[in-house]
């Protein structure tokens, strides 16, 4: 069986653990997967430190030609890159080069960095005297990162790291981990010195061990809201800087002027797409007043015509769950709905998939008449699970949104501007969609909820990025000819 291994210091490296690697769509396991501890992550810590003596001194035109042969690298390996996280993860092929596509945003954006990295500069603020300011790395950072984007969300991370600076260490989902050691090898071959990327596999331990150890600065997590707040607690109070995002509930609000077919389709792929395994994927529909009963006929009609298959089938739509008990977890979730009171309109429990009778699919469920006391509405299924929740007015679906713990994206369907300046100016949420269904900002924006969303005040990349992976410094300069010499008070200096 093949043994994906860590990789520390430009190389492979094989621990004495390891853990079973599926694949979704058979059931089967597919290779394992080196399993890291506080000994990995030491010697990651020590290759970083090392590296990071000389990359946070080499030039921003030696680490932006880097991003940009790493860009180039993303391009022509985009489908390859695609096949592992579709045969790990189980979406689709497509779906899967879309999240690349997203990702080398990022490493698009941090080739711009000369342009965002500016300091700033103030001449004379008293007489001879200058002030300038200017942004330093960290020294060494991490980043754990979910199953649910492989590629994509450690990408939201480690450009931005690494082009300002810092050396990274990644602590990859157990679940997809081959994405990991995929972008490390490409980072070798775009020139990045050995010891500035390093991927070092596992879980619990590993991530405490990050979160424990003296020589790492900053962590950035990404995943389930439980997860990030302990993160956030154990990092922070050891000293480092941290931001986490965390879970999310978002909710699709259809008043009745939208075109609801166009709402349907997109609330469909929102709903859907990714088999409902994105933190901005569409759980929630709110049908306001009279669109109700219509939108759920479309809905419903759209649900039956969803391809469920293997991620490598073309014309699948949409693949299996990440594992087992996700695939458990989603189908209990709508009998539980249903024995709460709400009408399974589209049943996706015990769908089975010619040919791959061990994956972990379910198809799409669409639920009626859920209201906010069901724990299908409360709690994350991160499934192709779609609950309709019916509202008399915008404002009451403002509140709806606004009750709810998570934060994270939201979008309103209409063709009412005055509805919609309302709804983004009155809910509490970070990703505002109007007529677009995932929000996912682009890279010069950050990306980041509210709420339990997001646990702390660091959202993730874009400018935010910049200021996560740097700390200021402000130089008052003075100087002084001959003659300008003057005697020092033991007064607190002021200008003049
Ligand atoms: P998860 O929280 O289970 O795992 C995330 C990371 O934490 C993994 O690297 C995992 O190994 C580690 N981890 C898991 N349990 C741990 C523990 N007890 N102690 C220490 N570390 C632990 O999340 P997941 O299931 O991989 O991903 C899905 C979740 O991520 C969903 O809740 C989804 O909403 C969220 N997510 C959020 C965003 C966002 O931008 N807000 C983006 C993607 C995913």
């Not at 990092?235 to 609000?253: D, E, I, Y």
């Not at 934060?407 to 677009?436: H, P, Y």
Request: contains cysteine; hydrophobic residues 40%; negative net charge.
């Amino acid at each position: 069986m093949h043994l994906i291994p860590h990789w520390i210091d430009g190389a492979e490296t094989r621990g004495p653990d390891s853990a079973p690697v599926f694949a979704p769509a058979t059931g089967t396991e597919r290779a394992r997967v080196s399993v890291g501890g506080a000994t990995e992550v030491d010697a990651a810590v020590t290759a970083a430190a090392a590296a990071f003596e000389t990359w946070s001194e080499s030039s921003l035109t030696q680490r932006t030609q880097v991003m940009f042969a790493f860009r180039q690298l993303l391009v022509e390996h985009e489908e390859e890159l695609g096949r592992i996280i579709s045969a790990e993860h189980g979406k689709t092929v497509d779906d899967a080069r879309g999240e690349i596509t997203r990702g080398r945003e990022i490493v698009e954006f941090a080739c711009g960095l000369g342009d965002v990295l500016k300091g700033s500069f103030s001449d004379q603020v008293s007489r001879g005297v200058d002030v300038h300011s200017f942004r330093q790395p960290l020294g060494v950072v991490a980043g754990i990162t979910p199953f649910n984007f492989p590629a994509m969300v450690p990408l939201w991370m480690h450009p931005i790291a690494i082009a300002t600076g810092n050396t990274f260490i990644l602590k990859p989902s157990e679940r997809d981990p081959s994405a990991a050691n995929f972008v490390a090898a490409l980072y070798q071959r775009a020139g990045l010195p050995d010891g500035v990327f390093n991927v070092v596999h596992g879980g619990k331990d590993a991530v405490d061990a990050i979160l424990d150890h003296p020589g790492i600065e900053a962590v950035s997590f990404v995943g389930s809201t439980t997860i990030a707040r302990y993160v956030h607690e154990r990092a922070t109070s050891h000293g480092k800087r941290v931001q986490a995002l965390g879970g999310a509930k978002n909710h699709a609000v259809v008043l009745p002027d939208a075109d609801l077919e166009f709402a349907a389709d997109h609330i469909t792929a929102g709903a859907y797409g990714s088999a409902g395994e994105r933190c901005m994927a569409l759980s929630v529909a709110v049908a306001v007043g009279d669109a109700a009963d219509r939108l759920v006929a479309i809905l419903e009609g759209k649900a039956r015509e969803v391809t469920v298959g293997p991620g490598d089938r073309p014309g699948t739509d949409m693949g299996p769950l990440i594992t087992r008990a996700a695939q458990e977890r989603v189908e209990n979730a709508v009998t539980t709905a249903h024995t709460q009171g709400a009408t399974v309109v589209v049943d996706g429990r015990g769908l089975k998939v010619d040919g791959h009778e061990g994956g972990f699919f379910t198809g799409p469920s669409l639920l009626d008449h859920v209201t906010a006391e069901m724990d299908a509405y409360r709690e994350e299924l991160f499934g192709p699970v779609l609950a309709i929740v019916r509202a008399e007015t915008l404002a009451e679906a403002i509140d709806l949104i606004n009750a709810n713990p998570y934060g994270n994206g939201t979008a309103l369907f209409t063709a009412s501007g005055e509805a919609a300046r309302r709804f983004q100016r009155g809910v509490k949420v970070g990703m505002i969609g109007i007529n677009v269904p995932v929000p996912v900002p682009m890279s010069y924006y950050s990306f980041g909820g509210w709420k339990d969303s997001l646990i702390g005040d660091h959202p993730i990349h874009g400018a935010e990025g910049i200021r996560f992976y740097t700390r200021p410094k402000v130089v008052t300069t003075r100087w002084p000819r001959p003659a300008q010499l003057t005697v020092a008070g033991f007064d607190f200096p002021t200008s003049d």
